[in-house]
């Protein structure tokens, strides 16, 4: 269908629109017209994406003479594909109704690991093997070696990539990631390198969110954007932890070892090109004289990281002379780790801002700021010249210099905390010196000072009004939308207490009560016997979950109803053996693990276990994987279950120092933050049982607390709008028959479009009929 949003003729690519798709397109419409950033929150399963990509690319479409580039951000590979799957979609449609105007070029981009065609190169195990693999076999002295003895190895997409030269560019249209891959194969070229250059070529580029925020990232994919772009970053909610993430480094003394060991094999290459080619370590000292912005212009195939936190003026200046010869630089190095390392020799927890903690290295390793600002990009400059290929053994050492840098840099928004023990484990000595970011601004203030607008997006910004003091940054749209619904197809519910009337809370105090987890058992045991299909269940974190289930076995609670279908955590294998043995009655039991591999075959299984009818439990927990990137649609989620409220780990230094920190930079109340962050990951995973509005799903947040309202008032919207406040204060009973009552109310049929009274699906001729007016009072 096409309608119009003011000046903008917009394409969309199905018969029917969403009222919330069309007014979050109209305030997104806004925010472009005002070039300015926003904030926008969009229920779940309502078609967000292509609300977004339907919308800016007709924008660009409709104002061709200020064409906009979209950089579209995603947190994972799996949302990347899906999102690139529906560009192909609303492209083709695109093309069929406007003609070969409408074309477009829109690319994928990812890592060496997901790109690579090379066989030999993907045998490696993991992304930093696959990144040094493709550098032993694309760097230019590699290259050069290569054409004296034909025995050296090259990479033959890489070659015929750089053969063809300016010759080597996609066609328009819009390539995945198999796409790529496909396309290099068929072409005989690198699809790694391909996409990298067609990066600043093309019209739509999507990729991780790492490739902006990161700065060492940054720098090399991200540099030649042009500010006349739209950035979006969808799924959000978490945004300010991955900024944080990007700037902060944790040192340990295995830590230490690595580069101790990096010095001394860099120190044995330095001797080698002193006694075979001595000039090239002098070009070296005389391109540093001049300023590292000199050594910016490398060949793609050498680019290695940027710098993590130097702008542009700062590295034309010179190098400092006590680093610019090799040898130097080495024994500055060999400095700070000997000064790492008698700090990490404590007994007691230390907290140091970076300036007294860069008074303390200059007065103890003389080594000034000056100094430690370069220590990253000395490095880069040294492994080049070296000509060192297989940079994941080098980790270390660029872990030390990354610290280096950024503790340079930085005098505000960061603390150096060493910490000698887990406090959860302190019978295990492991100390930590850990660079910790609080500031989640300083990441992404680059991003909205440089682009146009910048979209943040996503079904869990509430409360709405904290990210732009979490991100010090001036939204000109923020907006909440609901969902319309023809029938009350989501189903939340607040439980806080048990049939025996006690209350129930993974509060500390309470948590490890034998009748809270008594009752919790209770409930789970009632819901498989009458909740058909699948059942998620999330816990506040690992180890309150198998604490709870060795609980509820010893109890025999278990024994009756559940069987498990599939274990991965170590210490539960005999618990779970126990239970193999026992009649299965209702539902399969599988767990999520920190192993990525263990918990991707437990899903397999679970969905298995769903899809032929025996249903199951998945046991999972909140700031895990499958709470941020897994969706259980249809019978693969007809109930969530949120035991407790996941508040962080309130005793890490971590934490308190960002709480201080926002304390008194931004005026955030310790609490405040603390219920917002709980609730905002509480949200995320419920949020993950309806995905579309044809779905429907029931969640039962089981903590007394959630009855407050200062706690369930930073729910979403669209979540709070179906809380029946007879539904805010259940019992275990009560709660089993409400589930009965909306399980036989969601067996009837009912009207899709909602023309027996508030439509919920409007056609094209909907809008025309509409002026803005009646469209806003069918919406509200």
């Known amino acids: 269908m096409k309608f119009q949003i003011e000046d903008v003729t917009v394409c969309f690519p199905y018969d029917h629109i969403y009222p919330e798709q069309y007014s979050y397109m109209v305030e997104l419409k806004r925010a472009l017209d005002a070039k300015g950033h926003c904030l926008l929150e969009m229920p779940t399963g309502t078609g967000k994406t292509i609300a977004l990509l339907s919308l800016i690319t007709s924008y660009t479409l409709s104002k061709p003479q200020g064409a906009i580039k979209l950089i579209y951000c995603t947190r994972t590979v799996h949302e990347m594909e899906k999102t690139l799957a529906e560009l192909k979609l609303l492209h083709n449609y695109q093309v069929k109704h406007l003609g070969p105007a409408a074309k477009i070029l829109a690319i994928g981009l990812s890592s060496r690991k997901n790109l690579c065609v090379n066989p030999n190169v993907l045998e490696a195990n993991n992304r930093d093997s696959v990144d040094a693999a493709c550098r032993k076999r694309t760097a230019s002295w590699v290259r050069a070696l290569s054409a004296e003895n034909p025995n050296v190895e090259t990479c033959e997409f890489f070659e015929n990539y750089e053969r063809t030269a300016s010759g080597a560019v996609l066609p328009p249209g819009v390539y995945t990631l198999q796409d790529l891959r496909a396309f290099g194969k068929e072409k005989g070229w690198c699809p790694y390198f391909l996409a990298r250059h067609m990066v600043q070529l093309a019209n739509v580029v999507v990729y991780s969110y790492q490739y902006l925020l990161d700065p060492k990232v940054a720098g090399i994919i991200s540099k030649e954007m042009q500010k006349e772009s739209v950035v979006v970053f969808d799924e959000a909610h978490n945004i300010d932890n991955v900024c944080i993430e990007a700037l ?237 619904l023809t029938r009350d197809c989501i189903c939340p519910m607040v439980l806080t207490r048990g049939s025996d009337q006690l209350p129930v809370s993974t509060k500390f105090d309470m948590r490890s009560d034998p009748g809270v987890v008594r009752n919790y058992g209770k409930l789970l045991v009632e819901m498989v016997s009458i909740v058909p299909d699948g059942i998620v269940c999330f816990f506040v974190s690992y180890s309150y979950m198998d604490g709870i289930i060795n609980t509820w076995n010893e109890s025999g609670l278990l024994k009756d109803v559940l069987v498990v279908g599939y274990v991965s955590s170590f210490h539960l294998v005999f618990l779970m053996i126990l239970l193999f043995q026992e009649i299965m009655q209702h539902k399969l039991v599988f767990i999520e693990t920190q192993d990525v591999v263990e918990t991707t075959l437990a899903l397999d299984n679970y969905r298995r276990a769903c899809d032929c009818g025996r249903g199951a439990v998945f046991f999972s927990v909140a700031r895990g994987k499958v709470a941020e990137g897994i969706d259980f649609d249809r019978h693969y989620g007809r109930l969530v279950i949120m035991f407790g409220i996941p508040f962080q780990y309130t005793l890490s230094k971590i934490l308190l120092a960002r709480l201080e920190y926002l304390r008194d930079t931004f005026q955030i109340k310790e609490g405040d933050f603390l219920t917002f962050d709980a609730l905002r990951q509480a949200a995320q995973c419920v949020g993950r049982v309806i995905r579309s509005k044809a779905d429907y799903g029931m969640m039962i947040f089981a903590d007394k607390r959630y009855s407050r309202h200062d706690k369930r008032s930073k729910l979403p919207g669209w979540i709070l709008s179906h809380l029946r406040d007879a539904h805010l204060n259940l019992s275990t009973d009560m709660a089993l028959h409400i589930a009965r009552e909306f399980l036989r109310k969601m067996a009837q049929p009912y009207d899709k479009t909602g023309s027996s009274g508030k439509k919920t699906l409007l056609s094209q001729e909907d809008l025309e009929k509409m002026d803005g007016s009646g469209l806003q009072e069918r919406l509200y």
């Open 248 to 484: 902060s480094v944790s040192v340990r003394r295995k830590t230490l070892d690595g580069a101790s060991r990096n010095i001394s094999r860099i120190e044995q290459e330095i001797n080698r090109f002193k006694a075979t080619d001595a000039n090239r370590l002098r070009d070296e000292y005389k391109r540093l004289v001049n300023g590292l912005a000199l050594s910016g212009n490398l060949p793609g195939s050498d680019s290695w990281l940027s710098n993590p936190a130097l702008p542009d003026d700062i590295l034309r200046e010179a190098v400092p002379g006590n680093i610019r010869r090799a040898e130097h630089f080495l024994h500055v190095l060999r400095r700070l780790l000997q000064y790492l390392t008698v700090r990490l020799d404590t007994e007691d927890v230390e907290k140091e801002s970076p300036i007294s903690f860069v008074a303390s290295i200059n007065n103890q390793a003389g080594i000034d700021q000056k100094t430690l600002k370069f220590c990253y990009d000395r490095l880069h400059s040294l492994m080049l010249t070296l000509e060192i290929t297989d940079t994941d053994d080098f980790l270390h050492v660029q872990t030390i210099c990354d610290f280096a840098t950024l503790v340079g840099t930085y005098s505000r928004g960061f603390s150096i905390i060493i910490e000698p023990f887990d406090e959860r484990m302190p019978h295990i000595p492991d100390p930590v010196l850990q660079l910790s970011c609080h500031d989640a601004s300083l990441a992404i203030k680059p991003v909205f000072d440089r682009f146009q607008s910048v979209v943040i997006t996503s079904g869990t910004l509430s409360p709405i009004d904290l990210y732009p003091r979490l991100l010090n940054f001036h939204p000109v749209v923020s907006r909440s939308f609901k969902m319309s």
